[in-house]
């Protein structure tokens, strides 16, 4: 079978295809390997064997492959990789004999619910860093069932990202009209509640380096879109956000370490900061913590605007299985819209790892296609 995977530097094979991806000005070796596998050994009674058609691979894989990476240097093993990917689509191979919920030929791509599987034995959360991996055997409740008018390639970028965004939404609360403000929005969790709160009615405000996209996102029912002026670069993106001035129920932040302290003043009183991530996934690999992340916080004046406003904290880690039913339901209906930004295949490693992980002009998620 084949698989994309994290390989040491010196990792020869004469039918590899490689390519080299900075992150955090590591060069990061990656490799489509094919892999021997056992398709025709007994499976559990629950479990299900999957066959992918296309897989995806998010920001918090970043960490995840410079971590491994590092694993794989130490090991000093030149035949050791690490497989990646994090969402997939596929077809149902074979099932255990206690499986009713599909069947061979079935589509499916994860349910990462979260914090609860549904099984005591059945860790909750990302189904599997190694979603690249063309065939592979999960517990039947970590699956769900694509829909018809779904293609490989948007379940292959669907589910992190609508379970996400479903659980955000329904913790905040908000009734139709409200005001909600959306930060980093060309990021793939941005997208997906961008997209979610405008079904619902909500006045969906975001903020963006990516000027280019203003007439995109106005396009899909952004009511205004700020720009920060800032380069790429991390520090230059902390910024205060004295160029706004309206005020919201809401602020959606999936980069807490960017923009919590600049954007708690925006919100009225009794309204929702919800956050579900960090712009930082690096902290700690190469040693000791990375202090250029820290935001220069003063605590007391902060936490003050919180209390005498009343401002509800939320985090939020992926969500229930009932919140990606309902995205997949909704998708269905024509009620969300997902964006694909490009697709490669053919063993084009390449062009998929850096439009992925070094290409920030982009909109929408970044698939590989085994088909």
């Known amino acids: 079978m084949k698989l994309l995977a994290v390989v040491h530097p010196d990792y020869s094979s004469s039918d590899a295809l490689f390519t080299r991806i900075d992150i955090q000005e590591v060069p990061v070796p990656f490799a489509m390997l094919e892999v021997a596998v056992d398709l025709d050994s007994k499976l559990d ?208 932040d999936p980069l807490f370490d960017i923009y919590f302290v600049s954007v708690v003043p925006l919100l009225n009183m009794g309204a929702k900061y919800l956050t579900c991530g960090r712009y930082d996934q690096f902290s700690g690999i190469d040693g000791e913590p990375d202090g250029r992340y820290d935001q220069d916080i003063k605590v007391t004046e902060l936490i003050g605007y919180i209390l005498h406003n009343n401002i509800s904290l939320i985090g939020n880690c992926i969500g229930f299985s009932s919140d990606l039913e309902q995205a997949v339901k909704d998708y269905e209906e024509g009620k969300l819209p997902v964006l694909i930004d490009s697709v490669f295949r053919n063993g084009d490693i390449n062009g998929f790892m850096t439009r992925s992980f070094s290409e920030k002009k982009r909109l929408g998620k970044v698939i590989y296609s085994y088909q």
């Open 45 to 252: 009674d629950d479990m299900v064997l999957v066959k992918k058609t296309a897989f995806s691979i998010n920001y918090r894989d970043k960490g995840i492959c410079l971590r491994a990476y590092r694993e794989i240097q130490e090991s000093g093993s030149l035949s050791s990789y690490f497989t990646i990917g994090s969402e997939f689509a596929g077809v149902v191979v074979r099932v255990g004999s206690a499986v009713h919920q599909f069947k061979p030929g079935d589509r499916v791509m994860p349910d990462h619910a979260f914090p609860h599987s549904g099984y005591k034995h059945v860790l909750p959360g990302v189904i599997s860093n190694k979603c690249s991996s063309e065939y592979a055997v999960y517990h039947f409740s970590k699956l769900i069932q694509i829909p018809d008018n779904m293609t490989d390639e948007t379940a292959a970028s669907f589910s992190l990202g609508a379970q996400t965004a479903y659980s955000m939404v329904r913790k905040a609360v908000l009734l139709p009209g409200q005001r909600a403000l959306v930060t980093a929005a060309s990021s793939n969790t941005s997208l997906f509640i961008i997209q979610t709160l405008i079904a619902r009615g909500i006045e969906t405000h975001v903020i963006t380096t990516q000027r280019e996209y203003t007439e995109a996102f106005k396009k899909i029912g952004v009511h205004t879109v700020y720009h920060n002026n800032t380069s790429f670069d991390f520090y230059d993106e902390r910024q205060d956000m004295a160029h706004i001035n309206d005020r919201f129920d809401a602020v959606f």
